[in-house]
């Protein structure tokens, strides 16, 4: 009888915390899914700063793309590809860009997340990579419209729509003032560079780079591309002897002693278009397809764009 009265005297308070540490869990699982913020997805690090800006702190943004990478050739890892698929919104380039990231977008699609391509809504340009001089190859769409801040000016005004039409729990004023006051940012900065770039002579308004990236840029400013050291839109191309030889005679036809290569690659193509035309050729730096971390020249888009800037316009004024 003690021995039943016992183990009911030990039962009891147990049974007591173990009901009470189930509801505790419950009561906190409950908090913490009422708690969970609404996520967006974003594949690159340029678009992941326009995305940020939009949707503040009403939502997490969370981007794929590390900084000082190659969207070409940038892959995921398990954890983000499930990242994608768990999504409120993804916010994704298209048009080609991220090539080994577009499979697990539209995987992220057909499971219903809500995805939003914002270079093919930018009013996309088509390639054309053939050297000044020589035949014209017109290709696919360019990718690469946020060279033309008009362009993301648009981008933004289209983000901050899909934000508030698919992303649970934001604040719709919030968001529209947050795109307000960047697009008004994005004015100042066009304006800057509209100044800027007016000083380059219309004799200097060419430009080589390392692959074809600055179409939007030229279009949009009043540049003439002249050709590329990778005659692609994509860095994972090369370049062949003719390719260079071409570019070489390209260059030296027009005047051109400037090359402007992507900061996140090896300038060593570039060097070698150097060497072709006999040591005579300024290699110049640009940020042209990834931001860097940040306080290393250009941590967000309105950074990169005015170092670009004034990097060109030095580039090809001499001073």
Not at 38 to 57: C, H, K, P, Q, Y
Not at 196 to 212: G, M, Y
Not at 257 to 263: E, G, L, N, Q, Y
Not at 273 to 283: A, C, N, S
Request: aromatic share 6%; glycine share 10%; proline share 4%.
């Amino acid at each position: 009888m003690s021995v039943r009265v016992g183990a009911a005297r030990v039962r009891a308070p147990l049974l007591a915390v173990v009901g009470f540490l189930v509801l505790a869990g419950t009561a906190t699982g409950c908090a913490g899914g009422g708690d969970e913020r609404a996520r967006v997805v974003v594949t690159t690090n340029i678009l992941g700063d326009i995305t940020r800006e939009i949707v503040g702190e009403e939502a997490d943004v969370s981007v794929l793309m590390k900084p000082d990478a190659d969207p070409h050739s940038f892959g995921l890892s398990a954890v983000q590809a499930a990242e994608l698929e768990n999504a409120d919104l993804v916010v994704y380039n298209g048009l080609g860009l991220e090539e080994n990231v577009l499979r697990h977008v539209e995987a992220a699609r057909e499971s219903g997340v809500a995805t939003f391509a914002a270079g093919e809504a930018a009013d996309p340009l088509t390639f054309h990579t053939g050297q000044e001089g020589g035949p014209e190859e017109d290709g696919e769409p360019d990718p690469h419209f946020w060279t033309d801040p008009d362009r993301v000016r648009k981008a933004a005004g289209l983000i901050a729509d899909q934000v508030t039409e698919h992303v649970d729990g934001v604040d719709d004023k919030a968001v529209r003032a947050n795109a307000a006051r960047y697009d008004g940012q994005l004015a100042d900065l066009i304006t800057w560079m509209e100044k800027s770039l007016d000083a380059v002579p219309e004799d200097r308004r060419a430009l080589v780079t390392n692959h074809h990236v600055f179409g939007y840029l030229a279009d949009r400013f009043g540049f003439r591309v002249i050709g590329a050291v990778i005659p692609s839109g994509t860095t994972l191309a090369s370049p062949s002897s003719s390719d260079l030889r071409s570019l070489t005679r390209a260059m030296e036809e027009a005047g051109v002693r400037t090359v402007f290569a992507d900061s996140s690659q090896p300038t060593r193509l570039a060097e070698v278009l150097r060497q072709e035309m006999g040591g005579d050729v300024d290699v110049v730096p640009l940020y042209s397809e990834s931001l860097t971390e940040k306080g290393k020249g250009a941590g967000t888009y309105l950074e990169m764009m005015r170092a670009n800037t004034s990097a060109m316009a030095e580039g090809l004024t001499g001073h």
